[in-house]
């Protein structure tokens, strides 16, 4: 049972472009939501996170937004740049009493941007 | 250190083979989570620690596997009589805040 979803395996995009990936989730007790990077070999890093109670969360480049009804979320980067293809996870948190650190991820979606 | 140091990074275990995995979070971070990451899937929670008390074990998927983390610190994932479905990445994660800073992960290969 993936409560979470990301159903583009990979994505390929041209610099300068909008790139936007997308995140499905199930769980309706999800409150808090993030965007990890990852890169060959190494740790995920975070990028960007949102709360449930906001619809829209914007930190330079990166813009997450979230439609609660829809139970859906989406990472916009834009310009694309080379330095951004990577693999990107979403990730949601249901604190449930322990802690927003039990972590919920989707499969990933492989990004590539092409100069 | 500044980050989440894991050691080894890499581990390759005969099966049958018991094996320890180190984890050394960020300095004063009190909340420490391991996780597993299987080739092509996104990570699975395991375990999570508050201080030295172990919260959350509900992701331990066998008795094999155990965890602890005796001064609140470092922490130490062990897995005993390795399989081979237990090749993954194996990631440690510590927090203060709602943010989690993620380690470059141990490689297990059992074979």
């Known amino acids: 049972d993936q409560q979470v979803k990301q159903n583009s395996p990979s994505l390929s995009v041209q610099e300068g472009r909008i790139s936007i990936l997308n995140c499905d989730y199930t769980?309706?007790?999800?409150?808090?939501f993030l965007w990890y990077k990852k890169y060959p070999a190494e740790g995920p890093t975070f990028l960007i996170s949102i709360s449930s109670i906001k619809d829209k969360n914007e930190d330079g480049r990166f813009t997450v937004f979230l439609n609660k009804s829809a139970k859906h979320l989406s990472l916009h980067i834009v310009p694309s740049q080379p330095g951004d293809s990577a693999v990107y996870f979403c990730?949601?948190?249901?604190?449930?009493?322990?802690?927003?650190?039990?972590?919920?991820f989707g499969q990933g979606t492989i990004l590539t941007v092409h100069p | 250190g500044a980050g989440v140091s894991q050691s080894p990074r890499y581990k390759v275990a005969k099966r049958g083979q018991d094996v320890a995995l180190r984890c050394d979070p960020i300095s004063g971070h009190v909340s420490l989570f391991w996780y597993q990451q299987a080739l092509g899937q996104g990570p699975e929670f395991l375990t999570y620690?508050?201080?030295?008390?172990?919260?959350?074990k509900s992701g331990l998927p066998s008795d094999r596997f155990f965890a602890e983390r005796p001064e609140g610190s470092v922490s130490t994932l062990k897995i005993q009589r390795t399989q081979q479905e237990d090749s993954a990445v194996y990631l440690c994660?510590?927090?203060?805040?709602?943010?989690?800073?993620f380690g470059e992960g141990s490689w297990l290969t059992v074979v």
């Open positions: 620690f508050q201080n030295e008390a172990q919260l959350d």
């Open positions: 769980n309706s007790m999800f409150d808090y």
């Open positions: 994660a510590s927090s203060l805040g709602n943010t989690i800073y």
């Open positions: 990730a949601a948190s249901d604190p449930g009493g322990t802690s927003y650190g039990k972590l919920t």
